[in-house]
């Protein structure tokens, strides 16, 4: 099926066009045109986690328990699965007995790293005879999406929990939590030093796995971080892509406050493995921040920026209290804000470059009273309903589904900020999901000039919407409301670190 193939001239421009994109944002933005493709048909069953390609955004991972590969299908457990939008065509990853596999990474990216690509993820199962894990203890896994193999990467015993892998662009490092001491950083390697932590208090901490090569044999594995027994440390995200700085820098979540300022609730953190230094992203007091996502370490942009949600108020916006959503840049540390009085905004996921941010939320975020592209007249969520939103460097606003009675999640972002995939129960290509079964969604922007644009190879019929076969219409517009301050230097420590 032509639809849901994200042609291969698009990947090449965009490809050779990151840099530029990078450098100057502005210069690069050409008009481009939306496509939604439906890519699951599951009858049964839940879906979590759909994860796309950072650079190449020509592949979703996800994990269900329902029939993704047809009716009859279910494993009545979690396995991984990967969609392919070159074919269009769907398969399944792993398939486990006695156990089950889940918290799937996105497929790395091969470009300008000279590494194959992989998908990396926790499975219970035996997958990898050269090792074992008979014991069906959750353990860290990868999957060479070229050749097939699998490799396991910890050999660990119960009570140990292994899980949330999250794997850099370039599948150079591997951060993930668990709660066995699995420091064996020696402090040889001047650009990783290490902290010297240890975890034999069995806390639930943040681990960075490092690999020299492209085998996964050779590895390093560093503790980031550190707190005492019954804290957690969790949601670890790694910058960088090719860039000089790829996997300098480790961002999570803690409910332990690591540096001392007296810090309670949930708190983000980051760890820079050239000095083995911790230092608090989020603003300090009582609060909770939560669920870090981090961009690529562009030398263009300044980068990497970890975004993430708050119900504090670093930036003296006057907000409700309820959770929005805030960027960190940690090279010259700079906090952005980019909603404010929303409800229920979650799940944020940052474009290289820190300008485009994808999000999930129930609130009425388009400005009515602005000029709006597409999309008809406001109000366009007065129901609450749980909405897939695209921000665009804190003044532009693409809500990129409407919908009622149904849910819109998890989205995932291409590293452009041009391509989304999301989890939705929403019957958002009209038949094809009137059950209201959560589904796989993938979105993304192309040319005029593109093929798949023309309503001929882009059939509702085939599960594919675009503008011209009238099955979708982009809303695009400006916040409603605006922050009163978009970006300010951290009030609250010189260079974003503390006493």
Same mark, same amino acid.
């Given at each position: 099926?032509?639809?849901?193939?994200?042609?291969?001239?698009?990947?090449?421009?965009?490809?050779?066009?990151?840099?530029?994109?990078?450098?100057?944002?502005?210069?690069?933005?050409?008009?481009?045109?939306?496509?939604?493709?439906?890519?699951?048909?599951?009858?049964?069953?839940?879906?979590?986690?759909?994860?796309?390609? %950072?650079? /190449?955004?020509?592949? =979703? @991972? $996800?994990? #269900?328990? +329902? !029939?993704?590969?047809?009716?009859?299908?279910?494993?009545? *457990?979690?396995?991984?699965?990967?969609?392919?939008?070159?074919?269009?065509?769907?398969?399944?990853?792993?398939?486990?007995?006695?156990?089950?596999?889940?918290?799937?990474?996105?497929?790395?990216?091969?470009?300008? %790293?000279? /590494?194959?690509?992989? =998908? @990396? $993820?926790? #499975?219970? +199962? !035996?997958?990898?005879?050269?090792?074992?894990?008979?014991? *069906?203890?959750?353990?860290?896994?990868?999957?060479?999406?070229?050749?097939?193999?699998?490799?396991?990467?910890?050999?660990?015993?119960?009570?140990?929990?292994?899980?949330?892998?999250?794997?850099?662009?370039?599948?150079?490092?591997?951060?993930?939590?668990?709660?066995?001491?699995?420091?064996?950083?020696?402090?040889?390697?001047?650009?990783?030093?290490?902290?010297?932590?240890?975890?034999?208090?069995?806390?639930?901490?943040?681990?960075?796995?490092?690999?020299?090569?492209?085998?996964?044999?050779?590895?390093?594995?560093?503790?980031?971080?550190?707190?005492?027994?019954?804290?957690?440390?969790?949601?670890?995200?790694?910058?960088?892509?090719?860039?000089?700085?790829?996997?300098?820098?480790?961002?999570?979540?803690?409910?332990?406050?690591?540096?001392?300022?007296?810090?309670?609730?949930?708190?983000?953190?980051?760890?820079?493995?050239?000095?083995?230094?911790?230092?608090?992203?989020?603003?300090?007091?009582?609060?909770?921040?939560?669920?870090?996502?981090?961009?690529?370490?562009?030398?263009?942009?300044?980068?990497?920026?970890?975004?993430?949600?708050?119900?504090?108020?670093?930036?003296?916006?006057?907000?409700?209290?309820?959770?929005?959503?805030?960027?960190?840049?940690?090279?010259?540390?700079?906090?952005?804000?980019?909603?404010?009085?929303?409800?229920?905004?979650?799940?944020?996921?940052?474009?290289?470059?820190?300008?485009?941010?994808?999000?999930?939320?129930?609130?009425?975020?388009?400005?009515?009273?602005?000029?709006?592209?597409?999309?008809?007249?406001?109000?366009?969520?007065?129901?609450?309903?749980?909405?897939?939103?695209?921000?665009?460097?804190?003044?532009?606003?693409?809500?990129?589904?409407?919908?009622?009675?149904?849910?819109?999640?998890?989205?995932?972002?291409?590293?452009?900020?041009?391509?989304?995939?999301?989890?939705?129960?929403?019957?958002?290509?009209?038949?094809?999901?009137?059950?209201?079964?959560?589904?796989?969604?993938?979105?993304?922007?192309?040319?005029?000039?593109?093929?798949?644009?023309?309503?001929?190879?882009?059939?509702?019929?085939?599960?594919?919407?675009?503008?011209?076969?009238?099955?979708?219409?982009?809303?695009?517009?400006?916040?409603?409301?605006?922050?009163?301050?978009?970006?300010?230097?951290?009030?609250?420590?010189?260079?974003?670190?503390?006493?």
């Amino acid at each position: 099926m032509n639809a849901s193939r994200l042609p291969g001239l698009l990947l090449c421009v965009v490809s050779t066009a990151l840099v530029l994109a990078l450098a100057r944002p502005a210069a690069a933005v050409r008009p481009h045109k939306p496509i939604l493709v439906q890519v699951t048909h599951n009858t049964v069953g839940q879906i979590w986690q759909p994860q796309i390609r %950072s650079s /190449r955004g020509d592949s =979703v @991972v $996800f994990v #269900s328990d +329902g !029939d993704v590969m047809g009716p009859g299908t279910e494993t009545g *457990h979690r396995e991984v699965y990967y969609y392919d939008s070159e074919s269009g065509t769907l398969s399944r990853v792993t398939n486990t007995a006695d156990g089950e596999s889940y918290d799937a990474t996105a497929e790395t990216d091969d470009q300008h %790293s000279g /590494r194959p690509p992989v =998908v @990396v $993820f926790i #499975s219970t +199962g !035996d997958l990898d005879p050269s090792v074992g894990n008979d014991d *069906h203890n959750p353990e860290v896994f990868v999957w060479h999406s070229e050749t097939g193999q699998t490799i396991q990467l910890t050999d660990t015993q119960p009570p140990v929990v292994n899980a949330e892998p999250y794997v850099s662009d370039s599948s150079r490092c591997i951060a993930f939590r668990s709660n066995a001491d699995l420091d064996d950083n020696d402090g040889s390697d001047a650009t990783n030093p290490g902290a010297g932590f240890d975890n034999l208090d069995g806390s639930d901490e943040i681990f960075n796995m490092r690999f020299p090569d492209t085998d996964f044999v050779g590895r390093v594995v560093t503790q980031v971080s550190n707190g005492p027994a019954g804290t957690i440390s969790s949601h670890p995200a790694v910058g960088g892509f090719w860039f000089t700085r790829q996997c300098r820098s480790t961002a999570y979540q803690s409910d332990h406050d690591h540096l001392g300022n007296g810090s309670t609730g949930l708190h983000i953190y980051n760890y820079t493995k050239t000095s083995g230094r911790v230092e608090q992203v989020s603003m300090p007091g009582d609060g909770v921040n939560r669920n870090p996502s981090m961009s690529g370490a562009s030398n263009f942009a300044r980068g990497p920026f970890v975004i993430f949600e708050s119900n504090m108020d670093p930036m003296e916006n006057g907000g409700s209290g309820s959770f929005e959503i805030f960027n960190y840049r940690l090279f010259k540390p700079l906090i952005g804000q980019f909603t404010l009085d929303s409800v229920d905004t979650a799940n944020p996921v940052v474009a290289d470059g820190g300008g485009f941010v994808t999000f999930q939320s129930r609130s009425e975020l388009i400005d009515g009273s602005k000029k709006v592209k597409g999309g008809g007249t406001p109000p366009f969520n007065a129901d609450g309903n749980q909405e897939i939103f695209r921000a665009d460097r804190f003044k532009k606003l693409a809500q990129l589904t409407r919908t009622e009675n149904c849910e819109n999640t998890d989205p995932t972002s291409r590293d452009t900020g041009r391509a989304t995939a999301f989890r939705s129960t929403c019957d958002l290509i009209p038949g094809h999901n009137p059950a209201g079964v959560a589904q796989v969604f993938h979105y993304w922007e192309v040319p005029r000039r593109d093929p798949i644009y023309l309503a001929s190879n882009c059939l509702v019929s085939e599960a594919c919407c675009n503008q011209n076969n009238g099955c979708y219409e982009l809303i695009l517009g400006k916040k409603s409301p605006r922050p009163r301050r978009n970006r300010t230097k951290p009030p609250w420590g010189v260079e974003g670190t503390f006493p």
